[in-house]
């Protein structure tokens, strides 16, 4: 079965689905007739398609409003249709894009008339118009292989090659999707890179330290700025347009600089881009306009050369990118001193832009160390077995910390055998301005995501109907709750084709065969300790499991993390595991929360992130793996959680700020505005917009087809019945 999108029609409505199989994506276009695709060629299209077909119809419509491009048939851009409105377009020919959950190209001839309204978008054409439709995955893996050997300055080379996977050197390498994949890495004994490696000439250079911990600092800077990695004497940037600028000389010096410079450059670049191929209005591009300290030719920019820009970009004054910088979405920290093996997972951090900071040796000063002993006490008690009579006095059911004689030693509450790390292997990340953090080397960060390189390295998507396949096992029947209403909620959304399989009092046998079937979700409840999952005939341990084809894997029973990173290793893409003893209410809680989340579209670090805050016991669980897995497409596009900052119910008004979450298709740079924004003004994604004030009427409108998450009073609610 291909890999690339296809069109099949309906059994039971007329329309045309769009199915990515890779990525398990599932669109809609539904038809006044019923459709009959052919094949059609891709090369007519102005932007790339990967298969394209062709119908006859009068009328499409949108499942939802989605915002639409109205491009001339070579991709220049004529209007934008992103809110309720009519357009009456002469006859004429017309390219289409849509910002679907699958990239999608309409080529039509005639005239058009299109109606957006909160609910769809309806496309009405002279006659039944012949429609040619291409369609294109956001799925991006790494096209080559560089062989690198155990020397910084090779791994200096090898980044040096990264900016080959840019798509442009424009200030459109600002979107997501025009930011391919870097070639992955691999360790060999001397350095070889694939002729066909065609590295674009910039004039840009980053000078750094011959140290692993530089040249992974610098790498998402470099792969950006399509810059050359070369060693020296302390960390600078230079260009041919005489552009240079001093990074620093000590590891936490360089990294803020690098993060600054990095930050600087793309928030411009989103900009300068709307000269190009995308002018919508930007909220970003409008305050740098309206500061008298800044005078940019914005159009003589988009023409500019990178290193041409880079001279001019340093020229800002800081206030100003302070003025329209965001919070970046994630920054990835490793060991003081990382070593080669870290160079295998960079192409998968610089792929998703990431910021990689070295962690800073702690300052063992007097008051310092008492921090520390107080941190070790702290989790010392949070990783403890509670004792029967703290069971008793709490008042809670700890029916997952139930001493089965058959699965916990006596004697042992720690370490290997209790399925946690021991207390000196996790490591605690400092604060950051990101909304989630990551970490690469030995032990476990008490927050955020243990990546793992076999959760990169394992993705080889296998073709699939674009239905989301989830399976649900309890083996406890005092946990049953969690089991009925999860399979509920997963199977909640009609917009998104589910399957999802429950079991109860699963064998070993049965639930080694279940993890090895095809699944986008495995949802576990019940007993795991060091030793394995409790079934009715024994305990499964995760390490005698040679295939796991489940992409996400949650193991909702107590200090599961050793058995998730053991599914991980053998074919999961992430796991979400606990590092402590759960009662079953709290544990009920994170499964649910943790289930809607995902079904909404949230990716598994931003919707762990969310947990952590808002739920009773979410800081006893991480993420092991690949943090930006995406379970299910969002309706609206971007994961949005809004935190309402006040209610006037006399008057129906309702402040929020909404935070916008990366998905896949809808990253970093991606345009993003919040449908029931009172203006037309764009916003550069991800992280928080500006506060909100709207009728409660005009906000029911807009979330009132699907359950939408909001933070009220330190709260996780959702949007149900919440404005009534």
Not at 143 to 156: H, K, N, W, Y
Request: net charge negative; hydrophobic share 35%; with cysteine.
């Amino acid at each position: 079965m291909s890999l690339h999108p296809r069109f099949e029609v309906p059994s039971d409505e007329t329309g045309l689905d769009i199915i990515d199989p890779v990525e398990t994506r599932h669109f809609s276009l539904r038809t006044d007739e019923p459709a009959d695709p052919t094949p059609s060629d891709t090369e007519p299209f102005a932007f790339p398609v990967e298969t394209a077909c062709r119908i006859s119809v009068g009328e499409i419509r949108l499942p939802y409003l989605l915002p639409v491009d109205v491009r001339t048939p070579d991709g220049d851009p004529l209007r934008s249709v992103d809110s309720p409105s009519t357009h009456e377009l002469a006859d004429d020919d017309y390219l289409l894009e849509l910002h679907s959950p699958i990239k999608v190209y309409l080529r039509v001839s005639g005239r058009v008339r299109i109606e957006a309204t909160t609910e769809e978008v309806v496309f009405e054409f002279s006659d039944d118009a012949a429609i040619e439709i291409g369609a294109r995955s956001y799925h991006s893996a790494p096209g080559e292989t560089i062989t690198v050997p155990d020397d910084p300055e090779a791994m200096m080379k090898a980044v040096s090659m990264f900016p080959s996977a840019l798509k442009t050197l424009s200030p459109e390498r600002a979107w997501p999707t025009l930011r391919g994949h870097p070639p992955r890495i691999e360790r060999g004994d001397e350095l070889d890179v694939p002729s066909d490696i065609d590295v674009p000439e910039t004039g840009i250079r980053i000078t750094v330290p011959s140290e692993y911990w530089a040249v992974y600092t610098v790498a998402p800077l470099a792969y950006y700025l399509g810059a050359e990695v070369v060693p020296g004497d302390g960390a600078h940037v230079t260009a041919d347009s005489g552009a240079a600028h001093y990074l620093g000389d000590e590891p936490a010096e360089i990294a803020d600089a690098t993060e600054t410079l990095l930050k600087r450059v793309f928030f411009l670049d989103c900009v300068v881009r709307t000269e190009g191929l995308y002018p919508d209005e930007l909220h970003e591009r409008n305050v740098l306009e309206s500061r008298a300290d800044v005078d940019l030719d914005f159009a003589g920019l988009y023409e500019a050369s990178p290193a041409e820009r880079l001279a001019t970009y340093l020229s800002v004054p800081d206030e100003a990118i302070e003025a329209i910088s965001s919070p970046w979405h994630r920054v990835t920290h490793t060991e003081r001193n990382p070593g080669p093996e870290v160079g295998e997972l960079l192409p998968y951090l610089v792929n998703d832009l990431s910021l990689v900071r070295p962690k800073v040796e702690r300052d063992e000063s007097a008051e310092q160390s008492e921090i520390n002993e107080e941190l070790d006490d702290a989790l010392g008690s949070f990783l403890r077995r509670p004792s029967a009579s703290e069971q008793v006095a709490a008042g809670e059911d700890f029916v997952r910390s139930v001493d089965a004689p058959n699965l916990r030693r006596d004697g042992e509450s720690g370490g290997s055998a209790s399925g946690v790390p021991d207390l000196d292997e996790y490591v605690t990340l400092p604060e950051v301005d990101a909304l989630e953090q990551a970490w690469v080397g030995e032990g476990t960060p008490t927050r955020g995501t243990k990546l793992i390189e076999a959760a990169f390295t394992n993705e080889t998507p296998e073709p699939s109907d674009g239905t989301i396949d989830i399976a649900v096992v309890c083996n406890d029947d005092r946990m049953r709750e969690e089991w009925e209403s999860v399979g509920e909620i997963y199977g909640s959304r009609d917009d998104v084709p589910a399957s999802v399989t429950s079991k109860v009092g699963v064998s070993t046998g049965e639930l080694r065969e279940l993890f090895a079937e095809d699944h986008d979700v495995f949802h576990f409840i019940g007993h795991i300790d060091g030793q394995g999952f409790e079934c009715p005939d024994g305990v499964l341990d995760a390490g005698t499991v040679e295939e796991v084809n489940a992409t996400t894997v949650l193991l909702n029973g107590c200090r599961s993390h050793h058995q998730g990173i053991e599914l991980v290793k053998a074919g999961a893409s992430a796991a979400i595991v606990s590092l402590a003893d759960l009662f079953n209410s709290g544990a009920v809680e994170v499964g649910e929360t943790l289930a809607r989340l995902l079904h909404y579209g949230f990716g598994i670090g931003a919707a762990m992130k969310i947990i952590r805050e808002y739920t009773s016991i979410g800081d006893r669980y991480v993420v092991v793996g690949n943090p930006s897995v995406v379970v299910a497409q969002c309706e609206s596009g971007m994961p949005t959680l809004c935190h309402v900052k006040s209610i006037d119910r006399d008057a129906q008004k309702i402040s929020v700020i909404p935070y916008a979450y990366p998905a896949q298709g809808y990253g970093l740079g991606t345009n993003f505005k919040p449908a029931f924004l009172n203006d037309e003004k764009y916003y550069v994604a991800v992280g928080k917009y500006t506060s909100v004030v709207t009728t409660f009427s005009n906000l029911n409108e807009q979330i009132s087809s699907y359950q939408y998450p909001l933070i009220s009073h330190q709260a996780l609610v959702w949007s149900g019945g919440y404005l009534e």
